[in-house]
């Protein structure tokens, strides 16, 4: 006989969960704590973007955007998924709108394309589509997708940090002329062996603590040496900690201006980008922590998977609404998982927590690009642990798996990665007559691909 639970139920099932209000207090700091550099890294990617007229978004707009995003989209996952996790703008889809969408178009059209990107998942969750699409990529293809943008987004935060430059003779060379040179290049380096030292050793918020001490030691090093070129932010002590924060980029959306200023093809291509960047890092985080948090039933299944799909969507919607790119379920989140978080509760300490951040944007100015972007070296060198779930002896997946990953750096276009990887994968399978192993869906996906790369073909000759 099957022995019933009379324990009593909560809103957020406390008991059943097998956690208490403690817990999930304690996780959702660590949460936070452990996520809280996005507030940092978010507005710094994007600021350092210029869109098609030119203009650029300042770094009090971007750190409320990010903070106000994460704190409503995180408590809404609290209330209603009932999940441990956190939502903040997604390092995978930052980039994108930065380097893809805004040079062909105005910020606000860029962040039209990201609700677009959001209404698209929501509908994919709803109607049942999003299986379909997971069936019809190959897995190693969606690793790939993973580890290239991992590549990417360290080679932003290497050329962000100047230890990476541009050579005469070759194509990029270490630092400027081939050698290091600058306190800013010392400041980078420092914060990068600390943020690496405190992550091996798996402190709680090395990520962030690793930013404020290469943040500190920045304003120490411009205060002693002054006329330092640091780039887009020049670290000094603020004259104020809080500040009311910037609304200004709220409700600043054009969604549909996109495909006229940078024409349907090219448009649909960073929509298409958009919406596999945002809807595969979610379902692989979601059910990554999900199971570690007990969420899963003995099939595998996520408790709630439709309403944390849902409400993963709505993050983008959200994110873009606000300013802040698009936002998704963080893999962050395992940090709280690891201090005990199972529910909604810890999510509703998270997302206050975000709320809070918002007062705090004039110390987000403070923050220079050498403080920061070792955190994108260090994301970038753990999202290439997909890799050896690739399969390299098989050489129809292995050789579009490599040129998904290899082109996302080499030619700093996610889309140019995403669209190579999954055209030779079609042509290899058709070459060797394997026609009943192609989707019929790939065939559609790789016939835009292939118009995108020939666009200039392609207007050619219709002109």
């Given at each position: ?13 406390l ?11 304690r996780?959702?700091l ?10 940092l890294?978010i507005?710094i ?6 869109d ?33 996790f956190?939502?903040a ?10 380097f ?10 860029a ?10 998942i ?8 999003r ?15 993973g580890v290239g ?5 360290a ?21 400027t ?12 380096c420092?914060?990068?062996l ?21 943040t500190v030691?920045?304003i120490v090093v411009?205060a ?6 640091w780039g ?18 709220l ?43 007990g ?12 309403k ?11 994110g ?49 690009s ?19 779930k ?6 129809d ?21 995403v669209?190579?990887g ?14 009943r ?17 020939g666009i200039?073909f392609?207007?050619?000759l219709?002109?």
């Open positions: 006989m099957t022995r019933l639970d009379t324990r009593p139920r909560t809103f957020f099932d008991p059943g969960r097998e956690t208490t209000v403690g817990r999930e207090v996780g959702g660590t949460t936070f704590f452990a996520v809280a550099y996005i507030v890294l507005p990617i994007l600021s350092g973007a210029k098609v007229t030119g203009a650029t978004l300042t770094i009090p707009q971007l750190t409320t955007a990010v903070a106000l995003s994460a704190a409503l989209t995180t408590i809404l996952m609290g209330l209603v998924g009932n999940a441990p956190a939502l703008s997604g390092l995978g889809v930052a980039p994108v709108v930065a893809q969408a805004a040079p062909h178009m105005k910020w606000d059209q962040m039209g394309l990201v609700v677009l990107e959001g209404v698209v929501v509908v994919f969750a709803l109607t049942g589509i299986q379909l699409v997971i069936d019809a990529i190959p897995t190693p293809l969606k690793h790939a997708i943008i991992g590549m990417f987004i080679l932003i935060g290497l050329v962000d940090a100047g230890f990476v430059g541009r050579g005469e003779g070759t194509p990029v060379v270490l630092g002329g081939g050698h290091l040179t600058g306190w800013p290049i010392v400041v980078f420092a914060g990068l600390a943020m690496i030292a405190l992550y091996a050793l798996r402190v709680p918020g090395a990520i962030l603590i690793s930013i404020v001490f290469a030691l920045a411009n002693v040496v002054p006329g330092l070129k887009v932010v020049t670290p000094s002590m603020p004259s104020t900690i809080i500040a009311v924060p910037d609304f200004s980029l409700g600043q959306v054009d969604l549909f201006g996109g495909f006229g200023s940078a024409g349907i093809l090219t448009a649909t291509v960073v929509l298409f980008t958009l919406v596999l960047s945002g809807f595969f890092d979610a379902m692989g985080t979601i059910i990554g922590v999900g199971e570690e948090a969420l899963a039933d003995a099939n595998g299944q996520i408790k709630g998977m439709s944390i799909l849902t409400i993963d969507g709505l993050g983008a919607i959200v873009g609404a606000t300013g802040a790119s698009a936002n998704t379920v963080v893999v962050e989140s395992a940090a709280g998982v690891g201090e005990g978080a199972r529910t909604g509760l810890a999510s509703l300490v998270t997302g206050a927590l975000f709320a809070g951040a918002m007062f705090l944007t004039p110390l987000a100015a403070v923050v220079p050498q403080a920061a972007a070792p955190a994108l070296v260090l994301v970038g060198a753990l999202m290439m642990t997909a890799a050896r690739i399969d390299w002896n098989d050489l997946l292995a050789i579009p798996a490599f040129l998904t990953i290899t082109l996302m750096p080499f030619t700093y276009s996610i889309t140019n990665g669209g190579a999954i055209l030779t994968y079609t042509v290899i399978k058709a070459a060797r007559g394997r026609w192993e192609i989707h019929w869906l790939l065939w559609v996906i790789s016939t835009v691909f292939l118009a995108y790369f200039d392609i207007e050619r219709l002109a």
